[in-house]
């Protein structure tokens, strides 16, 4: 099952998608963490995404897509990914499917999380993030330690979760992403709304339950 996770940057994406994908049996691919890793190891892919990621816009489409193919045709992912800030653009919409289409795949369903922008913005400006495995906390402070088993690693806030930076990011989000959610409704994919306010299991369950599961 490929499923896509779709929603403003702080919505909950990142915390949903381990759960999800736990629950449905597949890993969670998120190119976010794909180019912070490249960024740490100093590869040129990260290289070269750090000026657009550190200023809050979006890494060109081309290296999006090389992503994509080598994490989706991985063996961990042969039966499907939670796909989490993937699409960002109608092109790696497209792009999407034809990587799927090789391995013969499709997206089987968008999640559309949801919440207002005061509760995204009060949610990134109280982000904290594990520089180890990048799990995100809200409400724990930078230099705090991971819970999650066998972590251990230090919480540090993310470059980009100033408030300069997150403003372009809801603009950019504005501009270049939000016409991805029509596009898959206009491309039939099934759409699924979920209510991202309240607590984190209670998110999941939805969630699961607009998959049917
Ligand atoms: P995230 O961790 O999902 O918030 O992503 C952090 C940053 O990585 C974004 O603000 C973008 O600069 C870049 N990025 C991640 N995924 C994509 C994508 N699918 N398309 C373009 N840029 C991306």
């Known amino acids: 099952m490929d499923i896509v996770l779709f929603g403003k940057p702080g919505v909950g994406k990142g915390t949903q998608a381990p759960k999800l994908g736990e629950a449905l049996g597949v890993p969670t691919i998120a190119t976010g963490d794909v180019l912070r890793q490249a960024r740490r190891e100093g590869t040129p892919m990260g290289r ?27 063996d961990g992912a042969r039966k499907g990914a939670v796909l989490d800030g993937v699409v960002r653009t109608p092109p790696q919409a497209e792009g999407l499917v034809q990587v799927l289409k090789d391995l013969g795949r499709r ?6 999380f949801d919440a207002p922008d005061e509760e ?9 993030v594990c520089e180890k495995c990048q ?38 989000f504005e501009r270049e992403t939000a ?32 998959l049917g599961r």
Do not use: N
């Open 48 to 74: 070269e995404a750090q000026k657009y990621m550190d200023e809050g816009k979006l890494v060109p489409d081309s290296v999006i897509l090389g992503i994509m193919k080598e994490a989706l045709a991985g």
């Open 120 to 128: 995204i913005v009060r949610r990134l400006s109280g982000r904290t």
């Open 135 to 172: 799990t995100p906390y809200t409400g724990r402070q930078a230099g705090d330690t991971c819970t999650k088993p066998g972590c251990g690693g230090t919480l540090v806030r993310r470059a980009d979760d100033d408030p300069a930076a997150i403003r372009t990011r809801l603009e950019t």
């Open 179 to 210: 016409p991805v959610l029509a596009w898959y409704r206009g491309h039939g994919t099934p759409v699924h709304t979920i209510d991202a306010v309240g607590a984190v299991d209670e998110v999941t369950r939805r969630a699961l339950g607009a």
């Open 107 to 112: 997206v089987d369903a968008v999640l559309f």
